[in-house]
């Protein structure tokens, strides 16, 4: 077996980003598409669009 299940979910948790992280990521793919788009975007066309990262 691989471990308990408290080190599985220890180690599952280790290897997500923070909420923090995750805003720092989501802040960083914004800044580079404004600036390979001009700049146009704003954020609640960020917002408003598809979300990319849903399931199918």
Request: aromatic share 2%; charged share 20%; net charge negative.
């Amino acid at each position: 077996m691989a471990g308990t299940v408290r080190q599985l979910v220890e180690q599952l948790a280790a290897e997500q980003p923070t909420l923090e992280q995750a805003a720092e990521r989501m802040a960083a793919a914004h800044k580079a598409l404004r600036a390979r788009m001009g700049g146009t975007l704003g954020e609640e066309q960020f917002a408003n669009g598809p979300d990319v990262l849903a399931q199918p």
